[in-house]
């Protein structure tokens, strides 16, 4: 997966993020039809925003969203569901998460923001679909691999979330799905799935390219295990900063963050994984590059170096911190932003269930009241 990040290349400024054709097998030769360029993202409801979610997706759809791009997000409730949760919780942290995209600087009249489960045929295609994928395949995928083994009990659901996450994509007909390294297996499996339901049924999907970050912010790294990556749902809240931390919060993690026995600051992931998480973290926070990083904290120790770091992070996101609050207590109005979104994604779900009944051969009563 490494290897991948020094692969994509930008193509101009608000492209940097495209994998380029020929490098995977999204090559765009492989899309016979020229279709619409369309954004789609979609982000679960699990627990609070962390600058993974930010840097890897978040800030980069406020970006799209500024140079006039078509995006649409989704606060993916369904998946939510794939591992154990609690109804209350998931209902706050629905809100939650509303209000931190839009404390980002997501702006519904630009970029709606819909929840998957008010789209019911999300799930229809996904059972359409899952009738052309083997279990073969989704039993190689990494994500099931993973979140497996931290339950007793397997619900089919963790086994089918990719195939439910096409659908999302399929649905929307989107082109590009920015996002962070974890989610290039899921759409590999999309794009398979468009092109075995195109090849059966007669072209209905565009064939989508995956957008993932050639910075650090593809994967930032656990604070407390940089082997593995921040998530929303590892259980130590000391693994990741979250949109919410306070400035306390915040300068106690990265004091805390595992680093090494090297005092210097300097950027070699594959060596230093640690303090190198925290060095491209640093970049990200201050849109410069590592290099960059390191040639101004020449003078620091790692300790020190993580005093300013702390600061910086504080600086970017205690604003966001208070916008969240602001939003969190007008929950009409986070009820319409959702039920915007919800009815701009309706149509276009309508739209496609149609096409696609009639393309499998179940369109029967389509035409009767
Ligand atoms: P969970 O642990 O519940 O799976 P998560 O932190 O992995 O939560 P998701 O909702 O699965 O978050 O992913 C939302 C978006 O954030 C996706 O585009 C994903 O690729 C991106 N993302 C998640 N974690 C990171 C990370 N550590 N670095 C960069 N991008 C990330
Ligand atoms: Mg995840």
């Given at each position: 997966m490494r290897g991948l990040s020094a692969l994509v290349k930008p193509i101009n400024a608000c492209q940097k993020w495209i994998v380029p054709a020929g490098i995977t097998h999204f090559s765009t030769k492989a899309q016979p039809k020229q279709w619409p360029r369309k954004i789609i993202s979609g982000i679960q409801p699990t627990g609070v925003l962390h600058i993974g979610n930010y840097f890897g997706a978040v800030q980069r759809w406020v970006q799209m969203q500024e140079s006039g791009e078509n995006v649409i997000i989704f606060l993916a409730d369904l998946h939510s569901m794939t591992m154990p949760y609690e109804p209350a919780q998931l209902r706050e942290n629905i809100y939650e998460l509303t209000a931190t995209l839009l404390a980002c600087g997501i702006d519904t009249k630009k970029t709606p923001i819909f929840l998957q489960s008010t789209i019911p045929q999300h799930a229809e295609l996904c059972w359409i679909l899952s009738c052309l994928c083997t279990m073969l395949r989704l039993s190689h995928l990494p994500q099931f691999k993973e979140k497996s083994a931290e339950v007793k009990d397997i619900y089919t659901g963790l086994f089918m979330y990719p195939v439910l996450q096409a659908a999302d994509i399929l649905m929307h007909k989107a082109t590009h799905v920015p996002c962070g390294e974890d989610q290039l297996q899921q759409l590999q499996l999309a794009a398979h799935l468009a092109k075995v339901f195109n090849t059966k049924f007669g072209e209905t999907f565009p064939i989508i390219e995956p957008m993932i970050g050639q910075d650090a912010s593809g994967r930032i790294r656990s604070l407390r295990d940089p082997s593995k990556k921040q998530s929303?749902?590892?259980?130590?809240?000391?693994s990741r900063i979250i949109m919410r931390d306070s400035p306390a919060a915040i300068r106690k993690k990265i004091k805390r963050a595992i680093t090494d026995f090297t005092s210097e600051v300097t950027y070699d992931p594959e060596n230093r994984p640690g303090v190198s998480n925290l060095v491209g973290i640093h970049a990200l926070v201050k849109n410069v590059s590592p290099q960059e990083i390191c040639d101004q904290s020449k003078e620091l120790d790692t300790g020190k170096y993580k005093l300013v770091l702390a600061e910086d992070l504080v600086s970017l996101l205690d604003p966001i911190r208070l916008k969240i609050e602001d939003y969190l207590k007008n929950r009409d109005y986070l009820d319409s932003v959702l039920k915007e979104g919800r009815d701009v994604a309706a149509q276009t779900a309508e739209a496609t269930m149609k096409e696609v009944k009639s393309r499998i051969g179940v369109n029967i009563l389509q035409n009767c009241r």
């Open positions: 929303k749902s590892d259980p130590s809240d000391q």
